[in-house]
């Protein structure tokens, strides 16, 4: 049953979720604002000449631009570093102590932010969000962890997918109290971006309260006793016998196996496929665009035509919340394999779609509807598959042995596409102007048709199923009566 202990620590847990969240959406609606800032503190423009009646005056100074990207995009950076230490600290700590200790990286980064206006608020801006990135990393790979860990087995889907919800909801407020009349505007900005470590105060007080993951202490740690207390905090008083024997089991299966290297990962030929078609989705999460529809929507809305773009970026918040609920109903009914699909082919139409109006919005003036309605639905697919599913698909290619150095592996791939995009998204929309999506949507076509042609379904398979199934694209079939028998004797085992 649903304890109160445990949708305590569930919700404890998500919380580092949702500062992601807020993280990634809240440097996108005062992006005109901090521009504003940055220039007078660079002396590159006078108090009034960016701003001139809440629209923009003059072209930004080269250099603002440049802090501004690294502004949004360093973030990324920090969260790619740490992605690799998630075990370690996992390990070392454990997931409740873990979590702990990374907090007080996000109390720096964001008094970091916060007291920008008492120094060189590009400078102290730009460390504040690298810190954050670097917690961000290291909390997404945490609180996952543990709530799988901790979860019955009847509602470990609904209550993972709670880090995703807590990360659209995160963007979604960072949205709504970045408005102008909250804290959106020049005085409070900075008070804005240091609430991106406010939640981590409240985490630190409930995880004192929160049991540690009886996974952890039994297999990780040996300690029987402790585990079995820690189920009844859990579960209330009830015979663990049968969750002791589910563990050992887990831990007799993970000794078998040794641990996986990333060089052994890369290297190995036996992964090649499975690590291949891991990192292809989370470039395709990335390249899909969608981080540009996050970080600069509100700059994109302005460019289609809208007159109340932090209004229509906030839409995009709501959209983005409706459709990850929408994914959590569906994703073990419709199956990885295809939401994924649908997911890419409907963000490229809606690129397109984006295109052509924002090429014809000076001819017609009703084009700027034809743009703010393929925004939305961009989110919307995306949301459906290549939103979560590269995720939790990454740990269903792999076994026990190879999983931590594949989930690294794919955590760095993730940060670093995202930090691509986060710091080039300018300078490319400049160069290609209202072309620019089309450069998403031809490669949304070419991961669609990768999709297709090389990701498996791993939907109610075991791993040994799927690894069967790479074996046997990674191996020509047999071509004489002789090994056709062989092949029959030694059935799915490693031989064969």
Known sequence: QLSGTLMLAVFTAVLGSFQYGYSLGVINAPQKIIETHYGRVLNVLPNESLLLNGTEAQELHPSVTMYWSLSVSIFSIGGMVSSFLVGWVADSLGRIKGMFAVNVLAVVGGLLMGLAKMGPAHILVIAGRAVMGFYCGLSSGLVPMYIGEIAPTAYRGALGTLHQLAIVTGILISQVIGLDFILGNDIMWPVLLGLSGAPSILQSVLLLICPESPRYLYIKLGKEEEAKKTLKRFKGEYDTTKDIAEMQKEKEEAMKESKVSLLQLIRSPSYRQPLFVALMLHLSQQFSGINAIFYYSTAIFTRAGVGQPVYATIGVGVINTIFTMVSVLIVDKAG???????????????????????????????????????????????????????????????????????????????WTTNFIIGMCFPYIEALCGSYVFIIFAIMLFGFAMFTYLRVPETKGKTFEEISSEFRRRRHAPPSGPKTATEMKFLGGSTDA
């Open 336 to 414: 990885r394999r295809n939401l994924f699909l649908i997911g890419l082919a409907g963000m490229c139409l809606c690129a397109i779609m984006m295109t052509v109006g924002l090429v014809l919005l000076s001819t017609y003036s009703w084009m700027s509807y034809v743009s703010m309605t393929a925004i939305f639905l961009f989110v919307s697919f995306f949301e459906i598959g290549p939103g979560p599913i590269p995720w939790f698909i990454v740990a269903e290619l792999f076994s026990q042995g190879p999983r931590p150095a594949a989930l690294a592996l794919a955590g760095c791939c993730n």
